[in-house]
């Protein structure tokens, strides 16, 4: 079934935003309700498809050092101002404060709780994401993940795919690199942690980045193992 | 009912050891198993109360700079070994291992899930206790605790009562440190936390340091609220 032998395995690791939750989904629906609620009149799926373009350069900026550690939060409200004042739209303070924190109410895709309760039988599953603790502790509980522990780039003051937030993970579980799977939708997630030594798993998620996004796809993604979703994720690893 | 406004509360911080699970029942019966196993005529409950004293006193050594930082699996390895010596008793390593990770495996005390359970609809549960990250994960894992998120002293490199560790707390989950809730059996616990400038609640556990052992009570503790159960502490917190 796959080249991971499930007994070398004592941690999973999901990835978040995409991965676990449909942010294409929660960030649009609160968009919408913020762009009618003040006359922005923008298409609320594009919108949030360019907002989360903006998130893998702005942490890129992070770690190349052109600027020092920063919340997620402030990356997104920094990507949200700039967005806005491209298209030459405008939000009050506390609407821009609001679409941020929509980042910390997103909805859990159709089988992640489902999945994420057979798996959590076997194995510890913790959170490992480039949210920041608060926020991915407030998105745990809202959506009902059913996580052992939340794990945070934050932690290591680093962002995935540096090799720091991965061994992070390992030394505060008390296991070896090789013995976390780390779960994602994304090529360049899996990336970091195959070179930080941990096991990859994808998981597509085709309809992560909305009707006309490409989402990252198993073809183009080397990992140990390729899984449609979380329930097939569960199967292959014999949960 | 008590002078902590339940709205001006968004965390709820337990102490895990004592507090949120039995340890002298935990402890004392996987060390009669293990005595009973190699011959060691001691009796498991004395010794699992001498064990859990040695607790204090080796983190103050942590804290006084008198040794670097060390895991509490450290501190309690060393204490057992100390112990076992002063009583002329040996244990071969695999079983003092096993001694060391029956800190891992406690049970909750009867009121502790469900009360937990109460709690979480209104508030955000925090695990903050002296024990290493992957021994906590581990431990509300096994004992079925529905928390929120695990915060270890760990992550602060420090111990309480040191006030570093209840303000990583406020800073990871990204509130005043006013509005967290820290839940001990514990008088110096709740001295550290209010120090820190969160407030406290005082849970009594006479049962906690077995019946030849003399728990904390409420008449000796300052604290905001003082609660005999899980289920009190839920009910005086509008739960």
Known sequence: MTDVDPRGIRVLAFDVFGTTVDWYTGVSDQLAALFAAHGVDLDPGVFAAEWRGRYVPSMARVMSGERGWAYLD????????????????????????????????????????AGLARMRERWTLAAL?????ALL????????????????AQLARAYKPDAAVYLMA???????????????AHTWDLAGAAAAGLRTAFVARPAEK??????????????????????????????
């Open 74 to 113: 402030t990356l997104h409200r920094e990507s949200l101002d700039d967005l806005l004042r491209e298209h030459g739209a405008d939000l009050p303070e506390d609407a821009r404060a609001a679409a941020v924190t929509a980042w910390h109410r997103l909805p859990p895709w159709p089988d992640t709780v």
């Open 129 to 133: 994401s480039n949210g920041g603790f």
């Open 137 to 152: 502790t407030a998105l745990a509980k809202h959506a009902g993940l059913g996580l052992d522990c939340i794990l945070s």
């Open 170 to 184: 390992a030394e505060l579980l008390d296991v070896e690199p090789g013995q976390i799977l780390m779960v994602a």
């Open 210 to 239: 909305g009707p006309r996004g490409t989402a990252d796809t198993a073809e183009d993604t080397p990992a140990d193992l390729h899984a449609t979703d979380f329930l097939d994720l569960a199967t292959r690893l014999g949960a």
